[in-house]
């Protein structure tokens, strides 16, 4: 689809995948843009209608290893943990990160998985290439789990 990530993800969650809004289905986000950062926009879309939707975020910082980069567009408009905080609480959504950068090769881009805590997260605690993050949703500090 050639037009903007907000408007292609309504069309095909109100259309072809209106049907399958309760089964599980993976998004993979890259498509973040210097003055336009619509990421915020595109979980609230996501999340408001598919309940069991996993979230890869690609690009993202993982806060605790700085041998991965992230997109950083400047104040208000860096993907870190704190960017996507509201959209965590709103959802009460499951945080993981991927294992060490150590361990990777190439780019060495950070990523997150973002997951509804009870329907998706205790499947995905089982992926061993995956460490999730505990964070109370009152605050959200960040806590390994």
């Avoid at 996993?54 to 993982?62: A, E, M, N, P, R």
Wanted: charged share 25%; net charge negative; proline share 6%.
């Amino acid at each position: 689809m050639h037009m903007d990530s907000r408007a292609a993800l309504r069309e095909i969650l109100d259309g072809p995948l209106a049907q399958k809004s309760r089964d599980p289905i993976l998004f993979y986000l890259d498509s973040h843009w210097n003055k336009d950062l619509p990421l915020a926009d595109e979980l609230e879309i996501i999340f408001s209608k598919c309940c069991r939707a996993i979230v890869l975020v690609d690009d993202f910082q993982v806060h605790d290893d700085p041998g991965y980069s992230y997109d950083d567009y400047g104040p208000g408009k860096a993907l870190t943990f704190d960017y996507v905080t509201e959209k965590i609480r709103a959802y009460e959504l499951a945080t993981f990160y991927p294992h060490t950068s150590e361990a990777e090769t190439g780019a060495k881009r950070g990523c997150i998985l973002l997951a509804n805590n009870d329907l998706m997260g205790p499947i995905l605690e089982r992926v061993p290439l995956l460490r999730k993050f505990a964070h109370t949703h009152e605050n959200l500090s960040i806590q390994k789990a």
